[in-house]
């Protein structure tokens, strides 16, 4: 069965520096996403991504991040300048039409992505 | 703005007991409603969903019932096992197509014990 990928599945990076996370999204998906959780805390969404721009987007989605996809196949979230309290697992998620429309098409989930901002 | 409560966890349950995780919500209009289930070292997996007031989701013999009057989405299995020790996140979507974003609970772990 298809699948979304991240890498890395753990990434360490001291605070102010940059970090990309990488996604491969299901190949014939059309919407993406990032969340990302805290640790103990709920699933938040960040972003979301159809037709090469962002669709939706939540407060915590500030200008220190930004979301691509430079290819056909990867989907990207970049943080400019990392603080500690950034520190969370991160996932992307696709699907081939939103979650709230009538079509039947669940998010899928990637395994995420472990940052720590030290 | 909409939110979603869970009950907290962690739930300890012998194999073979009954399961109930509590989940309520607050949104304007009628939202969608999932179950997501995350396995240890694996991404969120879709359990199952309900669209509409009345609604029955059901997978894996998990079920829960979109009940508008009391906005709940309880989920229930009749007899756990150990292989359904994982966290459970209920979840909600607005109404509009436009709505991208799911809202989730803060999740309710399940251990199970043989």
């Known amino acids: 069965e298809p699948e979304v990928t991240q890498t890395p599945s753990h990434q360490v990076t001291q605070m102010g520096q940059e970090v990309i996370l990488r996604c491969v999204p299901i190949?014939?998906?059309?919407?993406f996403y990032w969340y990302r959780q805290i640790l103990g805390q709920k699933v938040e969404f960040l972003v979301s991504?159809?037709?090469?721009?962002?669709?939706?987007k939540s407060e915590i989605f500030d200008d220190q991040f930004s979301v691509e996809r430079p290819d056909g196949s990867n989907f990207t979230l970049k943080i400019r300048s990392t603080k500690l309290e950034d520190s969370a697992m991160y996932f992307c998620a696709s699907s081939e039409a939103p979650p709230a429309s009538s079509y039947n098409s669940p998010l899928h989930f990637g395994n995420g992505t472990r940052l720590t901002v030290t | 703005g909409d939110s979603v409560t869970q009950m907290e966890g962690p739930v300890t349950l012998s194999e073979e007991a009954f399961l109930t995780i509590n989940c309520t919500y607050t949104?304007?209009?009628?939202?969608?409603l999932f179950w997501y289930v995350q396995y240890p070292g694996e991404g969120l997996q879709l359990l199952l969903k309900?669209?509409?007031?009345?609604d029955k989701g059901s997978n894996k013999g998990f079920e829960a019932t979109y009940r508008k009057e009391t906005t709940s989405f309880h989920l229930e299995k009749g007899s756990v096992q150990v292989s359904d020790s994982a966290v459970y996140f209920c979840a909600l979507s607005g109404r509009m197509d436009s709505s991208y974003k799911l809202i989730f609970g803060s999740g309710t772990r399940l251990l199970v014990r043989p």
């Open positions: 309900a669209t509409k007031a009345d």
């Open positions: 949104a304007t209009g009628y939202p969608s």
């Open positions: 991504f159809y037709n090469n721009e962002i669709s939706e």
């Open positions: 190949s014939n998906h059309l919407y």
